[in-house]
T-cell receptor, first 114, second 117 residues
Framework: NAGVTQTPKFQVLKTGQSMTLQCAQD?????MYWYRQDPGMGLRLIYY???????DKGEVPNGYNVSRLNKREFSLRLESAAPSQTSVYFC?????????????FGQGTRLTVV | AQKVTQAQTEISVVEKEDVTLDCVYE???????LFWYKQPPSGELVFLIR??????QNEISGRYSWNFQKSTSSFNFTITASQVVDSAVYFC??????????????FGRGTQLTVWP
């Protein structure tokens, strides 16, 4: 059982380049999340999708777009990368119908924008 | 205002000491859920415990225990007889049950725990 799979694990981008972070879960969860983690800031929510077909902004959505492709997949796109987007990105999923279930996290993507 | 506050940014203890990590949350919902996660130096996020707002019973799991007090909106985590392997960043998180925040999962900023041998 793979759980939550994120790709890539590491990425270096030049300022202005674009890229998409991929996330897939095989637990039939309805809710998926993208967080970024920066030193001293904890996990900040970028976007989330409470269910297939819906997406909502979190605390720090600027500079990002998301696509809930289907129930399994939730991608995060950086259209024009900036050094301020250097961070570790985590995708997560949970079964919100059961509400009290924990979120399962991917291994993270370490992104550096130079 | 932050919904989850972990006031302790860093804590250092010596092995075998007991240590308590504080978590204070803010919500208007009557039904909500609280979580603790551990992030070891390897970077992955490891789920430790969940608690719903109707269950104020404290929980003990080996050297770990959790004290949930609705009266003070706190969900504190204690490690008894700490070990070097407990060194990690610990996150507290809150999930609310309805309204405009449906489905969101809020995290505190984390507490870096270092256990010295």
């Amino acid at each position: 059982n793979a759980g939550v799979t994120q790709t890539p694990k590491f990425q270096v981008l030049k300022t202005g380049q674009s890229m998409t972070l991929q996330c897939a879960q095989d637990m039939n969860h309805n809710s998926m999340y993208w967080y970024r983690q920066d030193p001293g800031m904890g996990l900040r929510l970028i976007y989330y999708s409470a269910s297939e077909g819906t997406t909502d902004k979190g605390e720090v959505p600027n500079g990002y777009n998301v696509s809930r492709l289907n129930k399994r997949e939730f991608s995060l796109r950086l259209e024009s990368a900036a050094p301020s987007q250097t961070s570790v990105y985590f995708c997560a999923s949970r079964d919100f119908r059961l509400r009290n279930t924990e979120a399962f996290f991917g291994q993270g993507t370490r992104l550096t924008v130079v | 205002a932050q919904k989850v506050t972990q006031a302790q940014t860093e804590i250092s203890v010596v092995e075998k000491e007991d240590v308590t990590l504080d978590c204070v949350y803010e919500t208007r919902d009557t039904t909500y859920y609280l979580f603790w996660y551990k992030q070891p130096p390897s970077g992955e996020l490891v789920f430790l415990i969940r608690r719903n707002s109707f269950d104020e019973q404290n929980e003990i799991s080996g050297r770990y225990s959790w004290n949930f007090q609705k009266s003070t909106s706190s969900f504190n985590f204690t490690i008894t007889a700490s070990q070097v392997v407990d060194s990690a960043v610990y996150f507290c998180a809150l999930s609310e049950s309805g309204g405009s925040t449906l489905g969101r999962l809020y995290f505190g900023r984390g507490t870096q725990l270092t256990v010295w041998p």
